[in-house]
Nanobody, 120 residues
Framework: QVQLVESGGGLVQAGGSLRLSCAASGSIFFNNVMGWYRQAPGKQRELVAAITRGGSTDYADSVKGRFTISRDNANDTVSLQMNNLKSEDTAVYYC??????????????WGKGTLVTVSS
């Protein structure tokens, strides 16, 4: 049963932009905090951004001012607009959902991930 489906990854040059989207099953989207984690080669998975049902947002320090998370309540999707991309943003990006998603252990639902590669 597919519940979180990401799209929008790809290859982009440093300084460029990409937009990731995650389509969620309705019940998951309505009841949970949504967000994005990423995992770079050889590194731990880390929280990038999160958004509550009410629209409150939180970002990793490394992406503040460059990434924007948003949710479309009419279409049960959450998006991540990534601007001014850097080579260190290269990672697999995972959509995540849960009552809270501030730690890996608290994430209840995961997408399969989408690869973002930033070339310098």
């Amino acid at each position: 049963q597919v519940q979180l489906v990401e799209s929008g990854g790809g290859l982009v040059q440093a300084g460029g932009s990409l937009r990731l989207s995650c389509a969620a099953s309705g019940s998951i989207f309505f009841n949970n905090v949504m967000g994005w984690y990423r995992q770079a080669p050889g590194k731990q998975r880390e929280l990038v951004a999160a958004i509550t049902r009410g629209g409150s947002t939180d970002y990793a320090d490394s992406v503040k001012g460059r990434f924007t998370i948003s949710r479309d309540n009419a279409n049960d999707t959450v998006s991540l607009q990534m601007n001014n991309l850097k080579s260190e943003d290269t990672a697999v990006y995972y959509c995540a959902a849960g009552v809270t998603i501030t730690s890996l252990e608290r994430v209840r639902y995961w997408g399969k991930g989408t690869l973002v590669t930033v070339s310098s």
